[in-house]
């Protein structure tokens, strides 16, 4: 099966064909990428500090066109070639998922493919399937600059939400820490640079909700610490210095890197219980924050210590991209199920609003 899949949601405008294949109704990773094609958007919301959000779908209507094309001539194959069309159809900002939406629809009509609306958090969901080939079911990592949510991925359309974050998002935080110390945007890999130089260990930040039970995460209180030291550093000495920056980055990743952490462990632990017979437990990253090295290292950590093998899929897997869109509405297709009507849905859960599974704490 050969699809075309195409991703406009949030920030990055992006096409790929994807060759996938099943055994008895079940795809089988690891999928083949004939191209993975993915315009970024940074340099026109660099100047506004965040993805604004009519900017994005108007550069997604100019753009889709061509980066289809570009993904079809990097795949060496024409449209006549691929069997389905696949688009991002939620959740996320929605002029770009209508954007997208209306896009594919014309290709596909025009070709007279079969197209298939795809659930962009998914799409993230399924890419460990894609680049290495895990078997159902595995545990999730999902963080990134709208997300973070640890998922136990079953089969096939049936997600478990084990924990989430009740405020903002990792790289969200990243974002505003960095706007915060004057370091642009996106800010996670500028302030993951700074924290290398810095001790991590002069300031004291919170690890929001560490005492509390359950896997469900917050980063809010954590951003407002690091506000409040800036602001007093600059108070007390009339301005910061580049030795300041650097601890403040490295005092707040480490607290994000103890936070993800010491989660991702407790929700090993739920999903072996619910598990018990996988001699090899999965936890797989994905999401633009798993570039983070020293976020890695914390989860590697974890991961041994639990028995777990920690699989992060190449970067370029990890953030938004339309490889990911395509394999999950392979997957779809290669169940079995016929594709309905595609219509842009701005919230759209993968677990369809499911309580959180831990109760306890560990
Ligand atoms: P979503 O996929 O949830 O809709 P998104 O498109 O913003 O949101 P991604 O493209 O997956 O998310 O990731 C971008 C985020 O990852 C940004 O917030 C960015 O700051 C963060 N990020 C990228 N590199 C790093 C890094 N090295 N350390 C920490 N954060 C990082
Ligand atoms: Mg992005
Ligand atoms: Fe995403």
Request: charged residues 20%; neutral net charge.
């Amino acid at each position: 099966l050969t699809i075309l899949g195409i991703e406009s949601s949030c920030d990055e405008t992006a096409a790929a064909v994807v060759r996938a294949r099943a055994e008895g109704g079940v795809a089988r990773g690891p999928g083949q990428i004939l191209s993975n094609a993915v315009f970024g958007q940074e340099d026109l919301h660099a100047a506004f500090g965040g993805v604004v959000p009519e900017i994005a779908a108007r550069a997604h209507a100019e753009r889709l066109d061509l980066v289809v094309r570009r993904a079809l001539e990097e795949a060496g194959i024409g449209l006549g070639a691929v069997d389905a069309v696949a688009v991002t159809s939620g959740p996320g900002l929605i002029g770009g998922v209508l954007s997208g939406v209306m896009a594919a629809k014309g290709i596909a009509l025009g070709a007279g493919k079969p197209l298939i609306g795809v659930n962009h958090l998914e799409g993230h969901a399924l890419t460990p399937r894609l680049s290495d080939g895990v078997d159902y079911p595995y545990l999730l990592l999902l963080a990134s600059g709208g997300h973070c949510q640890l998922i136990a991925v079953e089969r096939l359309g049936s997600y478990l939400r084990l924990g989430s974050t009740i405020d903002d998002a990792p790289g969200e935080a990243f974002d505003k820490v960095a706007k915060m110390l004057g370091l642009g945007f996106p800010g996670g890999p500028e302030v993951e640079r700074r924290a290398a130089e810095g001790d991590a260990a002069r300031f004291e930040f919170p690890r929001p909700l560490m005492d509390r039970p359950g896997a469900d995460m917050s980063f809010s209180g954590l951003k407002t610490a690091v506000l409040r030291a800036r602001d007093r550093l600059a108070e007390g000495q009339g301005g910061l210095y580049r030795r300041d920056v650097a601890d403040l980055c490295a005092g707040f990743q480490a607290a994000v890197a103890e936070v993800l952490a010491s989660k991702a462990a407790r929700a090993m632990r739920a999903f072996r219980d619910r598990y018990p017979g996988l001699a090899q437990p999965v936890i797989a990253l994905a999401g633009g924050v798993a570039a983070n090295t020293s976020l890695r290292a914390g989860l590697d950590a974890a991961a041994r210590a639990e028995g777990f093998a920690a699989i992060a899929p190449p970067l370029r897997l990890c953030t938004d991209n339309a490889a990911m869109i395509a394999w999950a509405g392979a997957e779809h297709l290669l169940a079995g199920e016929h594709p309905g009507a595609v219509s842009a849905r701005p919230r759209w859960p993968l677990d369809a609003g499911a309580a959180p599974l831990i109760g306890s704490g560990k």
